[in-house]
T-cell receptor
Framework: DTEVTQTPKHLVMGMTNKKSLKCEQHMGHRAMYWYKQKAKKPPELMFVYSYEKLSINESVPSRFSPECPNSSLLNLHLHALQPEDSALYLC????????????FGSGTRLTVV | SQQGEEDPQALSIQEGENATMNCSYKTSINNLQWYRQNSGRGLVHLILIRSNEREKHSGRLRVTLDTSKKSSSLLITASRAADTASYFC?????????FGTGTRLTVIP
């Protein structure tokens, strides 16, 4: 298995809703990432997990809460989002976070209404 | 936390022509990677070049790296309509991967 699987592919949520994005990989990669991408912009790093521990939080608002239940799964819990949080959310994994290329999922297109 | 810039921002060529896009970055790096993204979906890893390498090939792709100028280039030879996509350079430094601004390539059949 050489893929990163993200669910759902599309999500529409209200500003008072709580939802979660899910990401799964079975390549044995020990680093996993959440990126946010706005239209016509490059991906921006949100969080990095290394060996299931949060190692980097790029000053992301607390309404985004990451979780890494095990080495294959990564979740992003969403609560009280704003319309400006609408974006493509990308999950990625790599063998480590320095020396190897990243494998990206196809993303979740999030719309906050 | 974007540290790379690419040019041109957009490039339109005829099928069969070569496409060259450039990336400049600001700080020291461990390696530099190139990714392709189709229609705002997931990114696909194309090639990785380490800081001690100067040139690398993969199929129709050729990447160069000049660490003294903090720049890299991606050459796609004999382009195809299917190469139409956005291309991003990305650098790994102390901690993680930062993406450049991207080049939108359109290959006209």
């Amino acid at each position: 298995d050489t893929e990163v699987t993200q669910t759902p592919k599309h999500l529409v949520m209200g500003m008072t809703n709580k939802k979660s994005l899910k990401c799964e990989q079975h390549m044995g990669h020990r680093a996993m990432y959440w990126y946010k991408q706005k239209a016509k912009k490059p991906p921006e790093l949100m969080f990095v997990y290394s060996y299931e521990k949060l190692s980097i939080n790029e000053s992301v608002p607390s309404r985004f809460s990451p979780e890494c239940p095990n080495s294959s799964l990564l979740n992003l819990h969403l609560h009280a989002l704003q319309p400006e949080d609408s974006a493509l959310y990308l999950c990625a994994s790599s063998q480590d976070y320095i020396s190897y290329g990243y494998t990206f999922g196809s993303g979740t297109r999030l719309t906050v209404v | 936390s974007q540290q790379g810039e690419e040019d041109p921002q957009a490039l339109s060529i005829q099928e069969g022509e070569n496409a060259t896009m450039n990336c400049s970055y600001k700080t020291s790096i461990n390696n530099l990677q190139w990714y392709r993204q189709n229609s705002g979906r997931g990114l696909v890893h194309l090639i990785l070049i380490r800081s001690n390498e100067r040139e690398k090939h993969s199929g129709r792709l050729r990447v160069t790296l000049d660490t003294s100028k903090k720049s890299s280039s991606l050459l796609i030879t004999a382009s195809r309509a299917a190469d139409t996509a956005s291309y991003f350079c990305a650098t790994t430094g102390a901690n993680n991967l930062f993406f450049g601004t991207g080049t939108r390539l359109t290959v006209i059949p």
